[in-house]
């Protein structure tokens, strides 16, 4: 059974956690998949005006690519139950800065380009032939809800999508030196991709990895959660969704004001003693998974900014560190599910090019291990270590014989996850084996 990715009860916190919480049991769709879409939606409705001031300066801006197989991954429905309430917040916004997908870098760049200078301007507009004058865009909000992100992701290798893309995020001006290119002064572009597992894995390339550019998404596993065939809304339902916009609208108001977001003493503290000694190491992780991990610090500042901003606070607390961290958390989890269910690493992997172990000798290997974790008071590996275990080289397929040549000495057990429907596969040793 594969092990999902399961998001910690620390997400469901303040105005996000209560819209969750109202509109979960409505939708099929991932309760993940919807706070996906509300964190980047509202990052990109208060612009670039506050930024992260302790311990990096930034722009609040979250960017998630969310991964579904098609049909079953109710991508769409998770961003519709999100969307419903937040086209209340600003009707505007939605008619005006949203766009389906991008074509190249030069697209992306024009979208929020610059006008033409103003004493130029001003001579056109007094000419008797003026030729076309270039306004350019005032609001350089941009909301990218991409539901073919393979497309963009193939056409970002080797060309300039990928490096707009990355300067997009660190918030850096966008140009491109050509003949008739055009610049854009403090965008504030977001971005939420949707893709199959399939197709991400068949997309991941070296070159890209090494870039950059898919590691300030962060990556977003989506199911079908719930059979709704006919979804009923209960009563007053549009009475709620304005109820939630208008707050939503309050916080959007608050987060264009320009705060310097800090921590506070206690969260500086848990920041410090708990989340940076554990999300510093990544010595564990294989390359491609490093490429997800390296940037989790920036992004966790990121994160919290935005839950203190929605509940309208200058001043990150422990409890938005914690919802961070759960969904940061998330993310990796589902990076690390979708590469060993899809092999990715396998093509990376500085194990790659080795010689192919028999069955029964990573069968003892997974014995030995278990003894070891036994030995120092472990209580089992999970699906996504048992992956980790073998260096990311084995399928399925493949780990399904690992086990069963174990000849009963590994057994599989259901653990529940607090916060989560569903639970974890945890394999140890047989007891009958252990006394052994």
Known sequence: MDDRPHLGSGAY?????????????????????????????????????????EPFEQPINLWFL??????????????????????????????????????????????VRDGMDE?????????????????????????????????IMAKGQGGTLGPV???????????????????????HITLIGQVTPEEFAARLRPGELAGGTY???????????????????????????????????DAVTFGRTGCEVRFSRAAKDFYTGSIYPEYVNSSGDSEVMKQFTTRRLPYLVRVAAAYALVEQHE????????????VVDYAIESARYVLSKHQVAKTHSRQADKPRIDIEDDAQK?????RRNQSEGGEG???????????????????????????????????????????????CLAQAKQDN
């Open 13 to 53: 916190h303040g105005l996000l956690g209560e819209y969750l919480r109202y509109i979960e049991p409505q939708t099929e769709g991932d309760p993940a998949g919807i706070l996906a879409s509300l964190l980047a939606s509202y990052t990109c409705m208060i612009d670039n005006s506050s930024r992260t001031a």
């Open 66 to 111: 969310v991964m579904g197989e098609t049909g079953e991954g109710r991508k769409g429905t998770a961003h519709s139950a999100a969307e419903q309430m937040l086209r209340h917040v600003d009707e505007n916004f939605w008619k005006r800065h949203l766009t389906p997908s991008l074509s190249s870098g030069e697209g992306l760049i024009y979208a």
């Open 119 to 151: 004493e130029e301007i001003e001579r056109r507009e007094a000419s008797d032939k003026p030729g076309k004058i270039d306004y350019g865009v005032h609001d350089k909000r941009l909301l990218v809800i991409s539901t073919e992100f393979a497309t």
């Open 165 to 187: 893309l990355r300067d997009a995020w660190d918030g850096k001006d966008l140009a491109i030196l050509t003949m008739d290119s055009h610049y854009a002064t403090a965008p």
């Open 215 to 249: 590691n300030r998404l962060l990556p977003t596993f989506v199911h079908k959660v719930r059979d709704l065939p006919w979804p009923e809304r209960p009563e007053g339902h549009k009475e709620q969704l304005l109820k939630f916009a208008a707050r939503f609208r």
């Open 315 to 326: 001043r990150v607390e422990v409890e938005d560190l914690v919802a961070a961290k759960s």
């Open 366 to 370: 997974l014995i030995e291990e278990l």
């Open 381 to 427: 590996i999970n699906r996504t270590e048992l992956y980790a275990l073998f260096g990311w080289r084995r399928n399925k397929r493949e780990i399904d014989e690992i086990l069963q040549a174990t000849s009963g000495h590994v057994t599989a057990t259901s653990v529940a996850i607090p916060g989560s429907r569903k639970p974890r596969t945890i394999y």
